[in-house]
T-cell receptor
Framework: AQSVSQHNHHVILSEAASLELGCNYS??????LFWYVQYPGQHLQLLLK??????LVKGIKGFEAEFIKSKFSFNLRKPSVQWSDTAEYFC???????????FGAGTRLTVKP | GAGVSQSPRYKVAKRGQDVALRCDPI?????LFWYQQALGQGPEFLTY????????KSGLPSDRFFAERPEGSVSTLKIQRTQQEDSAVYLC??????????????FGPGTRLTVT
């Protein structure tokens, strides 16, 4: 079964800094990849997803992620973070043939104003 | 429109008690998922429904956990004889499309279960 690793548990940045959150998965088959975000006091919501095609996907609020198949990675990036980006970010993977979505442990991002 | 709702939002149970957690998915959504999220962890898959059919229950941790969705809309997750290790946030998510977990899942606020 696939697993998902998010190596950064807590990232602290100042506003306008660039962000990159790592996500690696272990599965050799076809997968679909997601980043979900949970703002303080809110539900999990979809930030962006990759199914096929261009490995650089753009999501909401200026976020993007790059799928690198050879590295089994799907890192999340944003060129300039804002205080409102403070949240917990979860990478998730779905085996194309299965119904279960596997999440990483999450990365808590704190952006200092 | 209305999102996914869950009730109760918080539940405290004494060890050994049975609990029932309710999920109201978005109207018309075919797929419904239950997840368990322990403190400091990501959500872990428990079970999946396509309409009223429970197609995957591979994530249920023991036979004390039971889920149903009898009319293909509201779902209930029941935990019998609760144990302290059952303490977690239980998340429900629904999706418009059936047959796969790969379409956008809309999450509810979760039920925080504390077993004392």
């Amino acid at each position: 079964a696939q697993s998902v690793s998010q190596h950064n548990h807590h990232v602290i940045l100042s506003e306008a800094a660039s962000l990159e959150l790592g996500c690696n998965y272990s599965y050799g088959g076809t997968v679909n990849l997601f980043w979900y975000v949970q703002y303080p006091g809110q539900h999990l919501q979809l930030l962006l997803k990759y199914f096929s095609g261009d490995p650089l996907v753009k999501g909401i609020k200026g976020f993007e992620a790059e799928f690198i198949k050879s590295k089994f990675s799907f890192n999340l990036r944003k060129p300039s973070v804002q205080w409102s980006d403070t949240a917990e970010y979860f990478c998730a993977v779905v085996d194309y043939n299965n119904n279960d979505m596997r999440f990483g442990a999450g990365t808590r991002l704190t952006v200092k104003p | 429109g209305a999102g996914v709702s869950q009730s109760p939002r918080y539940k405290v149970a004494k060890r050994g008690q049975d609990v029932a957690l309710r999920c109201d998915p978005i109207s018309g959504h075919v797929s419904l998922f239950w997840y368990q999220q322990a403190l400091g962890q990501g959500p872990e898959f428990l079970t999946y429904f396509q309409n009223e059919a429970q197609l995957d229950k591979s994530g249920l941790p023991s036979d004390r956990f039971f889920a149903e969705r009898p009319e293909g809309s509201v779902s209930t997750l029941k935990i019998q004889r609760t144990q302290q290790e059952d303490s977690a946030v239980y998340l429900c998510a629904s999706s418009l499309v059936g047959g796969t977990a790969s379409y956008e899942q809309y999450f509810g606020p979760g039920t925080r279960l504390t077993v004392t």
